[in-house]
């Protein structure tokens, strides 16, 4: 069982950068995958960035790219997600996942992750 607590949402100004962190409760094995998800009111949950909890892998989905950085510290139980030139379209809750039975590259379907957090929202003003 995997417990992951997010935190770090808030309110920005557009342009501005927020660092989201999700703790997980023990740590995951090494071919886990952990993810960021956000869901948007009236939206589908959307997928936004998944590394390999060494590290080595990263995928981002194209509306982040260049904007936003996962990472993770293995020895504090860690990942992260800097948002860095936000923009109100990013408006939403964000979710960590963790996909524990990998069986693709990049996993970006919710479906894929069987462990998730409660979620940290985030509001960009404009």
């Known amino acids: 069982q995997v417990q992951l607590v997010e935190s770090g949402g808030g309110l920005v100004q557009a342009g501005g950068s927020l660092r989201l962190s999700c703790a997980a409760s023990?740590?995951?094995?090494?071919?886990?995958?952990m993810g960021w998800f956000r869901q948007a009111p009236g939206k589908e949950r959307e997928f936004v960035a998944v590394c390999t909890w060494s590290g080595s892998l990263t995928n981002y989905a194209d509306s982040v790219k260049g904007r936003f950085t996962i990472s993770r510290d293995t020895a504090k139980n860690m990942v992260y997600l800097q948002m860095n030139s936000l923009k109100p379209e990013d408006t939403a809750v964000y979710y960590c996942?963790?996909?524990?039975?990998?069986?693709?590259?990049?996993?970006?379907?919710?479906?894929?992750?069987?462990?998730w957090g409660q979620g940290t929202q985030v509001t960009v003003s404009s």
């Open positions: 023990t740590r995951t094995f090494s071919s886990y995958l």
């Open positions: 996942a963790v996909d524990s039975v990998v069986s693709t590259w990049p996993p970006r379907k919710s479906q894929e992750f069987d462990y």
